[in-house]
């Protein structure tokens, strides 16, 4: 089991930047061609949908599709099922590295979640080779493990008596540079879109870079951790980012976010 499955999602601290977490989910989405989309018959996956809130947007936008939201956390399940949905949105517990899909596809999309798999890289030509001539498979991932934000991570876990336990704690897996997407997917594709976008998120409150990753890359360092330990980390980690990300006069902190994007069109 990987760290990522191993701490447990809190499906509720993670919306709480939802608009900053929605708005690559929406670019992505904007680039999915509906006459695929709608195609009877054939469904849309959201690959690692979390709590369900793209999902339901997918199905808004492309009134004629089945989207079927698939994750492996019961946390982000439950709370994906907590919500209203129409019988067009369906969710199903599933791991990505085994993913085979019941309902033949017309698009697989996933945003933010296969950052999460080891060598994610390895399970796209078979995505892609899982949809019909013309389907596209539409991928976002963060590409912001060399910024502060997550250097920092790995910096705090080394400075204090926590240092042992956080040694092992795998994070979030690598995001490779666009050209070894482009060269593994390109053979399979029709065309081939590959973007990155630094988003300047403008965030507020007190200690909001930490807050922002305590939803999502943090968390297996915090799982590991008892109370004391937690506060410390965190705390060390708080204070080097308050200098590497500054609250600017307005009280608010810019946070900027890289994200690379993919979007193929199976050949
Ligand atoms: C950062 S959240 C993104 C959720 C959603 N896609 C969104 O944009 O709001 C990442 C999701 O990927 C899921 N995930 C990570 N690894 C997974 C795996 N191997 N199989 C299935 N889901 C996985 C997590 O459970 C989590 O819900």
Same mark, same amino acid.
């Given at each position: ?17 939802? @608009? ?22 054939? #469904? ?7 709590? %369900? ?17 698939? @994750? ?5 399940? #439950?709370?994906?099922?907590? =919500?209203?949905? %129409? ?14 899909? @019941? ?11 296969? +950052? ?5 890289? @390895?399970?796209?030509?078979?995505l ?5 001539? %013309?389907? +596209?498979? !539409?991928? +976002?991932?963060?590409?912001n493990?060399? #910024? ?6 790995? &910096?705090?876990?080394?400075?204090g008596?926590?240092?042992?336990? *956080? ?22 594709? !029709? ?8 988003? &300047? +998120? ?8 930490? =807050? ?18 937690q ?19 307005d ?8 994200? *690379? ?7």
């Amino acid at each position: 089991m990987n760290d990522a499955k191993a701490a447990a999602w809190d499906a509720n601290l993670y919306l709480k930047f939802a @608009d900053h977490r929605v708005r690559p989910a929406l670019d992505l989405m904007s680039r999915l061609d509906p006459e695929i989309a709608n195609r009877p018959g054939r #469904a849309i996956y959201d690959l690692g949908c979390g709590a %369900g809130n793209i999902s339901r947007i997918l199905a808004e936008r492309f009134p004629a599709a089945p989207v079927i939201g698939v @994750d492996s956390s019961d946390e982000m399940l #439950a709370k994906a099922r907590s =919500q209203t949905v %129409g019988p067009r949105v369906t969710f199903a517990k599933g791991d990505l590295t085994r993913f085979a899909p @019941d309902v033949p596809p017309s698009i697989l999309y996933s945003n933010a979640a296969y +950052q999460w798999v080891e060598n994610h890289i @390895d399970y796209f030509p078979g995505l892609l080779k899982a949809l019909p001539s %013309g389907g +596209q498979l !539409a991928i +976002q991932m963060p590409r912001n493990h060399e #910024a502060p934000s997550h250097a920092l991570m790995r &910096q705090a876990a080394t400075a204090g008596p926590w240092r042992d336990k *956080l040694a092992k704690v795998g994070g979030i897996r690598s995001v490779w540079e666009p050209g070894r997407y482009y060269d593994v997917l390109k053979p399979l594709s !029709a065309s081939l879109d590959i973007w990155e976008t630094i988003y &300047q +998120q403008p965030l507020t409150g007190k200690d909001p870079v930490a =807050q922002f990753t305590a939803g999502s890359g943090l968390r297996p360092y915090m799982a590991v951790l008892n109370e004391e330990e937690q506060k410390g980390f965190y705390d060390t980690y708080a204070g080097l980012l308050a200098e590497a990300y500054p609250m600017r006069s307005d009280g608010i902190t810019l946070f900027p976010f890289r994200r *690379l994007f993919i979007v193929a069109r199976r050949a």
